[in-house]
């Protein structure tokens, strides 16, 4: 059977209500992404859904996949960042992999037999990836890699990791180098399962390389031009987290629709107040615009143009949305939104990732302000 994008969307949608939702809240509180659902998702071919059709993907658009990471946000967006991670490792595989890293990694990748994770972030370098201190040094065995890697999204349940390194250390962002590490390499470990403030059912760990000695051939694209590489990974994870915060935002808003029309308050129902209904349309122009932006950033990386300043533009506008949704949302439940048996706190909690995750508002309307700016000159 062939699937439609509604077909994708319809079964996500599905899915997230009847297998994500019903255990949200204990994958917040234990801290755990449900790998017990894995398998489910890999069998309804979500993970490779705007993939070429010759490396056993979907073929679909970039805004099926997309709403699909949506529609399962909604129930658990920890679970919706697992799949922005894989697909930001399989970008840069499918756009800069040679010929054998392709024939090697990517059709399993795709089919979901195996799972990738991203690794830029270290203590000293998050939104500043130039910063890092990872080395990895050239051997007669091949690449020995030391350094640790913090805030690693898919940490334990990865297959393969790409990992951002310093090749030529003196050179800065000039020198550094993108590698493939398996998850057996001798060497690597994985540690500090980080207990967050939200996307709780994300796996986030630290990875600790110590002389892990890597074949040669796991080298991404040409040695030291892997900054602009690890930059175009981070275009679509922006893209990916425009998605999981209209997931977010769109569930706070229908929690808050639900409360207003059932609760009553001074003799009638609280959406009958002018102050319940401003919030609701404030709201609802802020998701609106958000998903304008993100269906043209969509647009603009099927078609195969650049879509950099896209991505930070919906993101950026997209946190804003969500923080200013969720809090309208606590506002309208009142005390009930903010105990922990409710949703609204948990989506509240979460929507700050959005601000911070895959490029912080601040670096982001740098990069947007003066990418403008040249434009005008």
Same mark, same amino acid.
């Given at each position: 059977?062939?699937?439609?994008?509604?077909?994708?969307?319809?079964?996500?949608?599905?899915?997230?209500?009847?297998?994500?939702?019903?255990?949200?809240?204990?994958?917040?509180?234990?801290?755990?992404?449900?790998?017990?659902?894995?398998?489910?998702m #890999?069998?309804? $071919?979500?993970?490779g859904?705007?993939?070429?059709?010759?490396?056993?993907g979907?073929?679909?658009?970039?805004?099926?996949s997309?709403?699909?990471?949506?529609?399962?946000?909604?129930?658990?967006p *920890?679970?919706?960042?697992?799949?922005?991670?894989?697909?930001?490792?399989?970008?840069?595989?499918?756009?800069?992999?040679?010929?054998?890293?392709?024939?090697?990694?990517l059709?399993?990748?795709i089919?979901g037999?195996r #799972?990738?994770?991203?690794?830029?972030?270290?203590?000293?370098?998050?939104?500043?990836?130039?910063?890092i201190?990872?080395?990895?040094?050239?051997?007669?065995?091949?690449?020995k @890699?030391? !350094?640790t890697?913090?805030?690693c999204?898919?940490g334990?349940?990865?297959?393969v990791?790409?990992?951002a390194?310093k090749?030529?250390?003196?050179?800065?962002?000039?020198?550094?180098?993108?590698?493939?590490?398996?998850k057996?390499?001798?060497g690597?470990s994985i540690t500090?399962?980080a207990?967050?403030?939200?996307?709780?059912?994300s796996p986030?760990?630290?990875?600790?390389? $110590?002389?892990?000695?890597?074949?040669d051939?796991?080298?991404?694209?040409?040695?030291?031009k892997g900054?602009k590489?690890?930059?175009?990974?981070?275009t679509?994870?922006?893209?990916?987290?425009?998605?999981?915060g209209i997931?977010?935002?769109?569930?706070?808003?229908?929690?808050?629709? $639900?409360?207003?029309?059932?609760?009553k308050a001074?003799?009638k129902? @609280?959406?009958?107040?002018?102050?319940?209904?401003e $919030?609701?349309?404030s709201?609802?122009?802020?998701?609106e615009?958000?998903?304008? @932006?993100f269906?043209? %950033?969509c647009?603009?990386?099927?078609?195969?143009?650049?879509?950099?300043?896209?991505?930070?533009?919906?993101?950026?506008f997209?946190?804003?949305?969500v923080?200013?949704?969720?809090?309208?949302?606590?506002?309208?439940? !009142? *005390?009930?939104?903010?105990?922990?048996?409710n949703?609204?706190?948990r989506y509240?909690?979460d929507?700050r990732?959005i601000?911070?995750?895959?490029g912080? %508002?601040e670096?982001l309307?740098?990069?947007?302000?003066?990418?403008?700016?040249?434009?005008?000159?």
């Amino acid at each position: 059977m062939v699937l439609t994008s509604e077909d994708f969307i319809v079964k996500a949608k599905e899915f997230a209500e009847e297998y994500v939702k019903p255990i949200s809240k204990e994958l917040d509180e234990s801290n755990r992404f449900p790998e017990e659902l894995l398998h489910s998702m #890999v069998k309804r $071919k979500f993970l490779g859904i705007h993939y070429p059709i010759e490396y056993e993907g979907g073929g679909e658009s970039s805004l099926t996949s997309f709403n699909v990471v949506k529609e399962l946000s909604k129930a658990s967006p *920890g679970v919706g960042l697992m799949f922005i991670v894989h697909w930001m490792a399989v970008d840069v595989l499918l756009k800069y992999g040679t010929d054998e890293q392709k024939e090697k990694y990517l059709k399993d990748l795709i089919k979901g037999k195996r #799972v990738a994770a991203y690794s830029i972030s270290e203590a000293v370098a998050g939104s500043d990836a130039a910063g890092i201190n990872t080395i990895a040094e050239k051997t007669e065995e091949g690449w020995k @890699l030391n !350094g640790t890697k913090y805030f690693c999204t898919n940490g334990s349940i990865a297959d393969v990791y790409l990992v951002a390194c310093k090749t030529e250390p003196e050179q800065g962002a000039k020198g550094i180098s993108i590698f493939i590490v398996e998850k057996d390499s001798e060497g690597l470990s994985i540690t500090d399962y980080a207990d967050k403030m939200g996307f709780r059912s994300s796996p986030t760990t630290n990875l600790v390389l $110590k002389d892990c000695i890597i074949p040669d051939e796991n080298l991404i694209g040409l040695e030291n031009k892997g900054f602009k590489i690890a930059m175009d990974g981070l275009t679509g994870g922006r893209l990916g987290m425009v998605a999981i915060g209209i997931g977010i935002a769109e569930a706070a808003m229908e929690r808050a629709i $639900k409360h207003a029309n059932n609760r009553k308050a001074f003799g009638k129902p @609280l959406s009958k107040l002018y102050s319940i209904q401003e $919030k609701i349309a404030s709201s609802h122009i802020s998701l609106e615009a958000a998903k304008g @932006l993100f269906e043209k %950033t969509c647009f603009k990386r099927d078609y195969g143009d650049n879509y950099s300043i896209e991505s930070s533009v919906a993101k950026v506008f997209t946190a804003k949305a969500v923080r200013n949704i969720c809090y309208e949302a606590m506002q309208i439940l !009142g *005390g009930h939104g903010y105990y922990k048996d409710n949703d609204v706190e948990r989506y509240y909690r979460d929507g700050r990732l959005i601000d911070i995750g895959v490029g912080a %508002t601040e670096v982001l309307n740098m990069v947007i302000g003066s990418t403008i700016l040249r434009r005008y000159k």
